[in-house]
């Protein structure tokens, strides 16, 4: 009794207007802004804790720690890009 009724259609499959392509690239890129966020920030920290206690507050600790954090986020992206 159940077949009586008719088929009930299912819904449109609703799918973006970019191109398959153009989302991955987007993903990877938001991933690489993230990440050069994330490390940089990190490194910076480092280099500010460093700096505190072993370089009586000399600057150049936090800055090759934004650097260092900065450089590893590239290299990631770089390779990311490459796949």
């Known amino acids: 009794?159940?077949?009586t009724y008719p088929p009930v259609p299912s819904a449109p499959v609703v799918r973006s207007s970019?191109?398959?392509s153009e989302a991955l690239l987007n993903e990877k890129w938001d991933?690489?802004?993230s990440s050069?966020?994330?490390r940089s920030s990190l490194g910076l920290s480092f280099?500010?804790?460093f700096s505190v206690l072993l370089f009586k507050r000399r600057a150049w600790p936090a800055w090759v720690g934004l650097g260092f954090g900065a450089g590893r986020a590239?290299?990631?992206a770089d390779g990311m890009m490459l796949r």
């Open 1 to 3: 009794m159940a077949d």
């Open 18 to 20: 970019k191109p398959v």
């Open 31 to 33: 991933h690489a802004i």
């Open 36 to 38: 050069l966020l994330i």
């Open 47 to 49: 280099g500010v804790v």
């Open 74 to 76: 590239w290299e990631e």
